[in-house]
């Protein structure tokens, strides 16, 4: 791991701190007055569920840290060092990521090369699939027609429209975060994303991802304290085949986004070095 990678994440969970205690109103408690994670998952005015919250990355299925009796989270933030889905192959033991071999050499490199080139090093937008891992946090705000993912990450904002347009043609002009619409299924927010930007790095050690890249994401919250999610990436011009990963996301309750600005004084940029 990269020194500047290490330095933003223990700036994360430093943050964490700034914010003062302020009790969520309307979450379940237990006798003591803590969240209970396990309690019921809210349901916004349409019946669906609410994703709305402040959440922590993605970790395994029953994978999450034991509860902090004294503190306002269900559990510490992760210590520093090696993260759980820091990078993509590390999910697909035996075969690894079905890459195609131009993508196998690329991310080599960019490894080898100490990562200098990752956006995140140079303070520009994420690639969601790498945000869904990322160590800072994110806020979900969901509203009729729209569910908009705010992150921690270098400010990014996501927007996810839930009001019935279609995804724009396939000749549409790339952004960063791509274009997602969303639909539910029973309790699933099902969420089809496309239009990326060109050789983006989906994972922190520089896996590829083309302007063919699709994502689906299904996001089921299942009790107060617990979003499962299952994203599927589609990209023939990387993959030979299509791929998923399933992980779940802690609730932070009684916590909130911090602001980060991550191009303000940015004195490490200069300092990045290749091989």
Known sequence: MIQWLVTVAALSFAAFAQWPDFKAAGAPRTADGRVDPG????????????????WERGIPPGGAPPANPGGGNFGAPPAPGPRPFQNLPSMFPGEGLPMLPWAVDLRRERLANNSKDHPDAHCLPLHPVQLHFH???????????LVAILYEANGGLRQIFTDGRPLPPDDVQPTWYGYSVGRWEQDTLVVQTRGFRELMWIDEEGTPGTDSLRMTERIRRVNYGTLAIEVTVEDPKTFTRPWTVTFNQR???????????CAENNRSEGHLVGK
Do not use: N
Request: negative net charge.
């Open 39 to 54: 309690g019921l998952a809210p349901r916004a005015a349409d019946g669906h569920p609410d994703l709305s919250g402040l």
């Open 135 to 145: 160590p800072q946090p994110r806020k979900i705000i969901q509203t009729p027609g």
């Open 251 to 261: 609730l932070m309750p009684d916590a909130d986004l911090i602001e980060f600005v």
